[in-house]
């Protein structure tokens, strides 16, 4: 059935204006006023609210194995919180490990998504190691529609590769016109201090911070830079956490590298002292790189509004704090790392950005959808609004006042690291290629409708 949204105002990242939007299937079709549209058209009224382009959240974990454990959501509770957040794509960090197969993870990844799935979703590959039989099962990953890598520098063992493994899988990744994406941290310094505090009796979550200072972050975003430069790779720093590794990024990109930086809604919102809360209370807040000194927020704000920082994502990893998260209770090191964000990341932007005029509306768009969508080769069918681009969008209500509880979200985990957190405006109705998955902030979407979206290498 064909959709009209009447009467709203269009943002995107550089144009608002007032229109009405029609889709014919999956696509926009029309945008205008006064539009001649079949009796039949389901009309939804957008007086009064924003139209954004469908959000992107480019940097979530659903299937995750990880320190002993698994990530609590699977692709129903991961893909209706994403939608209830108002994001219609998520980008999935797929992590195998060291000893695994990337095809067979490959497969099974996708096998955890395909025909589950009420969102649109596509991958980072992530790649543990890099020789010849890796460097041949990338490249089907690569004809599949895969143009994005992801790299740990840390996680020591597990996901790391060694530094000649990283500049060959890098100049792969550059001749493929694939971008990487990594995960900066020096793994051995985190293993060293790790123990150090260990042995000395610091084994509370305040101490998670000190086991990952700044600098262990900034060698690490340096290395991944200096890799850069010299294969000529594009380059992506996720979950950037402080202005020491910032620094880093605007030197290379001073010296001509094209690099990126992602930050994430919990370091835009908590800081360092919210994994201090006493009672283990600090263990929801535990995730690496760790939360900063509340300064690195201002440093972000700017850097978004200023276009140096081009993606707010989420890192979405959601462990509960019952029988997951206190695993760790003695030992920080046990912690299973990630602060739960999917739902929610949309909603405290706009609240803690745009509401208190950190952000403007456009630079809200463009962080929160339209930069991912064209670092990652999803733009124009995603990321804005046009003639021709799939017919994902939000009706955005500004004036809604909520609170954010555990007991309402869709998240499949025991708690928020944002409860009582009073936000400003909401995702009220929310679009996938053209069908309606929320309404009015109800859940109205088909699960297994959501597609992989293939993606071209882009010759950065
Ligand atoms: O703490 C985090 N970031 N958990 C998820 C895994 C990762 O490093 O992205
Ligand atoms: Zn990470
Ligand atoms: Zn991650």
Known sequence: MAL??????????????????????????????????????????????????????????????????????????????????????????????????????????????????????????????????????????????ISSFKFFLAYKGVFDLSDEELYHALCFAKEKGVIATAHCENADLVLELQKKLISEGKTGTEWHYHSRPPLVEATGTAKFMSFAEATGAAAYVVHLSCNESLREVMRARYAGVRAFVEIVIPYLTVDMTYAELPDFEGAKYVMSPPLRHKRNQELFWNGLQQGFVHTVATDHAPFDFYGQKDMGRDDFTKIPNGIPSLEERVKLLYSCGVATGKIDLHTFVNAASTQAAKIFGLYPQKGTIQLGADADLVIYDPDYKGVISQKTHSMNVDYSAFEGWEIQGRPETVTVRGEVAVEQGEWKGTFGRGQMVRREPTHF
Not at 101 to 126: N, P, Q, V
Request: glycine letters at 8%.
């Open 4 to 145: 009209l949204i009447k009467n709203g105002t269009i943002v995107t990242a550089s144009e608002r204006y007032q229109a009405d939007i029609y889709c014919e299937g999956e696509q926009i079709t029309r945008i205008g006023t006064h539009l001649d549209v079949p009796p039949d058209t389901k009309t939804i009224d957008a007086q009064g609210k924003y139209v954004f382009p469908g959000f992107i959240d480019p940097h979530v974990h659903i299937y995750l194995p990880f320190m002993g454990t698994f990530a609590k959501d699977n692709y129903e509770t991961g893909s209706k919180a994403a939608l209830m957040g108002g994001t219609t794509t998520l980008i999935e960090m797929l992590c195998p490990s060291k000893s695994d197969d990337l095809l067979e993870s490959y497969a099974l990844w996708r096998s955890k998504a395909e025909g589950i799935s009420a969102c649109d979703f596509t991958y980072h590959m992530g790649v543990p190691r890099f020789d010849d039989k890796a460097k041949a099962q990338l490249t089907e990953i690569i004809e599949d529609g």
